[in-house]
T-cell receptor
Framework: DAKTTQPPSMDCAEGRAANLPCNHS???????VYWYRQIHSQGPQYIIH???NNETNEMASLIITEDRKSSTLILPHATLRDTAVYYC???????????????FGKGTRLSVIA | NAGVTQTPKFQVLKTGQSMTLQCAQD?????MSWYRQDPGMGLRLIHY???????DQGEVPNGYNVSRSTTEDFPLRLLSAAPSQTSVYFC????????????FGPGTRLTVL
């Protein structure tokens, strides 16, 4: 799996857009970008994933640069409940071995401030 | 759907005791797995199952047993608890092997004295 780099922490005002960056300069052509988050004391939660096109769902938008070396997760209107650690993971879409776990790095700790 | 449920939420054991952490999902997912999360170490895979009757080891299986008699349930057994097993345990499931949209349970916080 390619390595990702994320800032350790970010602040965002409540109601504003939160833009979380992720660098993945060694990403391979068949690897997707996945985002998860972990709210304090809860299990990780899947947010979104994409290959090369921008993606949007009810939770967030994912913007991937044309060269695919970086991406940004956007929470359009952050709320206090979005305070969490956000993980960017780069991985092939279908893993052939069950013994290949999702690797969660240190992520970005997002604090949404009232 | 309740998603992935885990019981208990908290547990304190003495060294040498055994216990079973319960995990259940109601999404008809084939793949289920157990992770442990320790401070500063991310999540580490303990055991996983690709379907009923099939289990295999992850990266840190020692001291743990699993079984998968039904699609819904995937219990994790601690045979003889040790302080090194103090951790937060998460169960996860996904529809089939290899899919990365995993659904995690709320976790069990275990302390071994």
């Amino acid at each position: 799996d390619a390595k990702t780099t994320q800032p350790p922490s970010m602040d965002c005002a409540e109601g504003r857009a939160a833009n979380l960056p992720c660098n993945h300069s060694t990403i391979s052509g068949n690897e997707y970008v996945y985002w998860y988050r972990q709210i304090h004391s809860q299990g990780p939660q899947y947010i979104i994933h994409g290959l090369k096109n921008n993606e949007t769902n009810e939770m967030a938008s994912l913007i991937i640069t044309e060269d695919r070396k970086s991406s940004t997760l956007i929470l359009p209107h952050a709320t206090l409940r979005d305070t969490a650690v956000y993980y960017c993971i780069v991985r092939v879409a279908i893993v052939n071995s069950g013994n290949t776990p999702l690797v969660f790095g240190k992520g970005t700790r997002l604090s949404v401030i009232a | 759907n309740a998603g992935v449920t885990q019981t208990p939420k908290f547990q304190v054991l003495k060294t040498g005791q055994s216990m079973t952490l319960q995990c259940a999902q109601d999404m008809n997912h084939e793949y289920m797995s157990w992770y442990r999360q320790d401070p500063g170490m991310g999540l580490r895979l303990i055991h996983y199952s690709v379907g009923a009757g099939i289990t295999d080891q992850g990266e840190v299986p020692n001291g743990y047993n699993v079984s998968r008699s039904t699609t819904e349930d995937f219990p994790l057994r601690l045979l003889s608890a040790a302080p090194s097993q103090t951790s937060v345990y998460f169960c996860a499931s996904t529809r089939r092997l290899g899919y990365n949209e995993q659904f995690f349970g709320p976790g069990t916080r275990l302390t071994v004295l």
